[in-house]
Each structure stands twice: as structure tokens, then as C-alpha cells.
């Protein structure tokens, strides 16, 4: 796979956004902070790709982006009431993984570097949560699991996130000693992206259009 | 790639590969799971509601059957009673009026167990019959917009109906509601019933999580036995809606 592969499987991001867009307003607003999650994926995607073109590196673009995605994925689940029995975990989950990638960018200049240690926290807090709410839906969703937009979101998440962690760990154990190498593990990333993409446009379709209500007239 | 990166490459893609078979097996039993746990609640709630209605049936008709008969006798040997007493004569016209009163209220009690008028002349007479016999002392202005071809097997229109009792007895009894619209139609091989009114509205979701009654957690599982789909959008001091949809096809096959 060379390098024109990797960009058109990161590439299909485009097809969720796609689907989002023309659905955007006749879904529920519970899952607008998902649509905006693969939109800002999108933005991002064609961001790096200018960057890239010109020659100049992504790590910026990119730890901005990642911060975006972790609290745009913590706001989703909060729309999803995950955090109804603990009202302020919202607050304080989106408090320390801010605290975290601040902490990882100390100062202005590091933000042209990797931040590992907020990679890791996020992918693993969302993975966490994610299992958490496809275990829930066992017991309160009313339809079949496998057209439950919930259940396939958190699956993608799910597949996604946890390569991610095995992908982190590897660099946090400075394993990346080779461009060839790195291109090897980024290129299993893009197809996991991929695949995820899928299941994400799939999602979106499954959505629930927003029920129709009478008024008093 | 280092011989060394070669050999962590070959690990990272057993790795990968054994994580994915970890996570498909757990999605495919997450599937099998909720599947038999919806046939299991279905089936249990639809036998649930099955044994109540038979039995709000049987207390309809001893009321209506055994009661009813018992009590105009009574009344019946109660006035042909003849006293020569003004006092006794009053002592038994409040009696036959009090006798009245109960045989009223019996048979409104039969009605409300399983009212006949939704055997005779369907959903749309029982629920206007409801509207104008029970409800029309509390206050409430209710407008009940119907299409003229909603016509539902039995078994639908007994759900269809308490359903749309609740939600009427919700709105007097905790609403304080002035107006309420109901629509009734039939779409696409769907039955759509749609609400709203003036109320005081409620937390919706803090209901669901701690409900105080059983009539929010009814109207889900009617709903649910109709293989249908409910929403409702309520907030503070901003009135009730409710969206109810099922498909007809399913009551035909049950």
C-alpha cells in the first residue's frame, strides 16, 4: 500500500460527512455532537492534507483536532446520559483530559509535538465507556442492536480506539525508531479508519429521524 | 525495518488480529444477548397484559352481570315497599337514590375495565365515549382529531386504547392542563397517535429514571406489545407531546 492508499482510506471520512450532511436536519439532536465529531475529523483531514502538500507537518493540526474529538465524543455520551447518575462526570472528565493535553503542551512550541500521555487517557476513556454503553443497551433498547446507531457508533469507537492504544504504547516505548516501520503500523491504522468510517456512515443512516409532534392550535 | 521492527510489526498484526476476533466475539454475544432478552421481556410482557385484561374482563362482567341484577332487585323490593310514615317514605327515596348512584357508578366501573362501546363501535366511539363521560367535569378541553378510516384488529385497539386513556387521565390527573389535542391516523401501513396540551409538563428523563407511578412505564410497554415506538417531549411549565407509532401488520399476523 503506498502513500496515495493511506490518504484515500484516511479519505473516507468523506462518506459519513457526506451522509451527515444531508441528514443533519431531520435527525435527532441528540447525535449532533457526533456529526459535528466527523465533521471536524473531515476539516481536519483535508487540513493535513494542505499541510502536507506544502510540505509542513500535521502534529499541530492534529494535537488541536484530538483535543476536539475526545470533548465532542465526552459531550456525545453525555447526550446519550451516561453520566445521569453521576451528574458532574461530564465536568470533571472533560476538566482532566483538558488538564492532560494542557499538561502535555507545556508550553507553546510543544504543540509541534506528539502528545502521547493525552492519547493514550482519551482512547482508553473512551473505549472504557464505549463497552459500558453497549452493555447498557443489552437491557434498554427496545429494536434490534444491530440497526441501534448507539451500538454501532460505540463499536466503532471501540475498534478504533483500541488499535489506537496498541498503536500509543508502541510509541511511548519509543518503537518507532524507522519511517518505514511507522508507514507499516499507520498503514493498519487506515485500514481500521476505514473501517470504521463504514460503520459510522452506517450509523448515521440508522439514526432516527426527529418524531413529528402536534401543536396547540 | 530492523530486523527487531520486523519482528514487533508481526506482533502488532497478531495483536491486531487477535483483538479484532475479541471484539467481534464480544459484539456478536452482545447481539445474541439482547436479542433474547427482548423475545423474553416481549413475550413476558405481552403475557403480563394479556392476564390483565382477561381479568379486568371477568371483574367488568361480574359487576355488569351478577352485581348490577342484584342491586335493581333490591331497589326494585326497596320501592315497592309501602310505609304510611312521611319520615320512612324520605328514609327510602334517599335510599333508591343512593341505590342509584351505586348501580351508576358500578356500571362506569365495568365500563372503565373493558369498555363495551370499544367491542361495538371501535376505538375512535370508545375513546370520544371516555372523553365526554369521564372527563368532561375535570375542566380539560379535549379535541380528539381523527382519521375516519382508523380501523385496528381487537388486539391493537385494546392497547391503542389505554394508551390513549393514559395519556388523558395523566393530563387531568397531573397536568393541570386547560387544552389537549389527540390525532388519530393511519399512515403507510402505521397507526400514528399524537398529543399535546397546556400542561405543566415534567422532567421527562428525571421521570424515567425515577418514575413515581406506573403510567409512564404503561404507556412503554403497550407500545413496546404493539411492536411500536414511543417519544415524548415534555419540559417544565411547557406542556406534554407524545408520538406513538405501530405498525398494523404485526396485529394482523398476532
Known amino acids: 500500500m503506498n502513500h496515495l492508499q493511506v490518504v484515500l482510506f484516511s479519505s473516507?471520512?468523506?462518506?459519513?460527512?457526506?451522509?451527515?450532511?444531508?441528514?443533519?436536519?431531520?435527525?435527532?439532536?441528540?447525535?449532533?455532537?457526533?456529526?459535528?465529531?466527523?465533521?471536524?475529523?473531515?476539516?481536519?483531514?483535508?487540513?493535513?492534507?494542505?499541510?502536507?502538500?506544502?510540505?509542513?507537518?500535521?502534529?499541530?493540526?492534529?494535537?488541536?483536532?484530538?483535543?476536539?474529538?475526545?470533548?465532542?465524543?465526552?459531550?456525545?455520551?453525555?447526550?446519550?446520559?451516561?453520566?445521569?447518575?453521576?451528574?458532574?462526570?461530564?465536568?470533571?472528565?472533560?476538566?482532566?483530559?483538558?488538564?492532560?493535553?494542557?499538561?502535555?503542551?507545556?508550553?507553546?512550541?510543544?504543540l509541534g509535538s506528539i502528545n502521547l500521555n493525552f492519547r493514550l487517557l482519551y482512547s482508553l476513556m473512551i473505549v472504557l465507556i464505549s463497552i459500558h454503553v453497549n452493555n447498557s443497551l443489552v437491557f434498554?433498547?427496545?429494536?434490534?442492536?444491530?440497526?441501534?446507531?448507539?451500538?454501532?457508533?460505540?463499536?466503532?469507537?471501540t475498534i478504533y480506539f483500541t488499535y489506537k492504544i496498541l498503536a500509543e504504547v508502541f510509541w511511548i516505548y519509543g518503537l518507532n525508531t524507522t519511517k518505514a516501520f511507522r508507514i507499516d503500523v499507520y498503514i493498519i491504522m487506515a485500514w481500521i479508519n476505514a473501517f470504521t468510517n463504514?460503520?459510522?456512515?452506517?450509523?448515521?443512516?440508522?439514526?432516527?429521524?426527529?418524531?413529528?409532534?402536534?401543536?396547540?392550535? | 525495518?530492523?530486523?527487531?521492527?520486523?519482528?514487533?510489526?508481526?506482533?502488532?498484526?497478531?495483536?491486531?488480529?487477535?483483538?479484532?476476533?475479541?471484539?467481534?466475539?464480544?459484539?456478536?454475544?452482545?447481539?445474541?444477548?439482547?436479542?433474547?432478552?427482548?423475545?423474553?421481556?416481549?413475550?413476558?410482557?405481552?403475557?403480563?397484559?394479556?392476564?390483565?385484561?382477561?381479568?379486568?374482563?371477568?371483574?367488568a362482567c361480574d359487576l355488569h352481570d351478577e352485581l348490577g341484577p342484584v342491586l335493581s332487585a333490591v331497589k326494585f323490593k326497596l320501592s315497592s315497599v309501602d310505609v304510611s310514615s312521611e319520615i320512612d317514605k324520605k328514609t327510602i327515596n334517599q335510599s333508591l337514590f343512593q341505590m342509584d348512584g351505586i348501580i351508576r357508578k358500578i356500571r362506569a366501573i365495568a365500563y372503565n375495565f373493558t369498555p363495551s362501546a370499544l367491542q361495538h363501535k371501535g376505538l375512535l366511539f370508545a375513546v370520544q365515549h371516555y372523553i365526554d363521560h369521564y372527563i368532561s367535569g375535570s375542566g380539560l378541553k379535549v379535541v380528539l382529531v381523527s382519521d375516519a378510516a382508523v380501523e385496528l384488529p381487537h388486539h391493537a385497539e385494546i392497547h391503542a386504547y389505554r394508551i390513549l386513556q393514559e395519556i388523558i387521565y395523566n393530563t387531568v390527573k397531573h397536568?393541570?392542563?386547560?387544552?389537549?389535542?389527540?390525532?388519530?391516523?393511519?399512515?403507510?401501513?402505521?397507526?400514528?397517535?399524537?398529543?399535546?396540551?397546556?400542561?405543566?409538563?415534567?422532567n421527562y428523563k428525571?421521570?424515567?429514571?425515577?418514575?413515581?407511578?406506573?403510567?409512564?412505564?404503561?404507556?412503554?410497554?403497550?407500545?413496546?406489545?404493539?411492536?411500536?415506538?414511543?417519544?415524548?417531549?415534555?419540559?417544565p411549565s411547557k406542556g406534554t407531546k407524545y408520538h406513538i407509532k405501530f405498525p398494523l401488520i404485526h396485529q394482523n399476523q398476532t
Open chain 1, 12 to 110: 473516507s471520512v468523506l462518506i459519513p460527512s457526506v451522509i451527515a450532511a444531508m441528514k443533519f436536519r431531520s435527525v435527532e439532536r441528540s447525535f449532533y455532537p457526533f456529526i459535528f465529531f466527523i465533521w471536524v475529523g473531515f476539516l481536519n483531514e483535508i487540513v493535513s492534507y494542505i499541510i502536507s502538500f506544502r510540505g509542513g507537518s500535521t502534529t499541530f493540526n492534529n494535537n488541536l483536532y484530538i483535543l476536539a474529538e475526545a470533548l465532542l465524543i465526552l459531550w456525545q455520551f453525555k447526550e446519550w446520559d451516561i453520566f445521569a447518575s453521576f451528574k458532574k462526570g461530564f465536568v470533571v472528565l472533560a476538566a482532566s483530559l483538558i488538564i492532560v493535553w494542557g499538561l502535555d503542551h507545556g508550553n507553546k512550541q510543544s
Open chain 1, 140 to 157: 434498554t433498547v427496545r429494536r434490534s442492536l444491530v440497526k441501534s446507531p448507539v451500538f454501532l457508533i460505540c463499536n466503532g469507537f
Open chain 1, 198 to 217: 463504514i460503520i459510522y456512515a452506517f450509523a448515521i443512516l440508522c439514526i432516527p429521524k426527529k418524531p413529528h409532534y402536534i401543536e396547540l392550535s
Open chain 2, 1 to 59: 525495518m530492523y530486523s527487531k521492527e520486523t519482528t514487533l510489526y508481526r506482533a502488532i498484526i497478531i495483536a491486531v488480529v487477535i483483538i479484532g476476533c475479541i471484539i467481534v466475539y464480544f459484539i456478536l454475544s452482545v447481539i445474541r444477548a439482547q436479542k433474547r432478552y427482548r423475545k423474553l421481556n416481549s413475550q413476558n410482557l405481552e403475557a403480563v397484559i394479556t392476564s390483565i385484561e382477561k381479568e379486568r374482563g371477568r371483574i
Open chain 2, 175 to 202: 397536568a393541570k392542563a386547560t387544552e389537549l389535542k389527540i390525532e388519530i391516523y393511519t399512515a403507510k401501513d402505521h397507526c400514528i397517535i399524537l398529543s399535546c396540551d397546556n400542561g405543566v409538563g415534567f
Open chain 2, 206 to 235: 428525571d421521570a424515567r429514571r425515577h418514575p413515581s407511578g406506573q403510567g409512564l412505564q404503561s404507556l412503554y410497554n403497550r407500545t413496546e406489545v404493539l411492536r411500536g415506538e414511543i417519544h415524548i417531549e415534555s419540559k
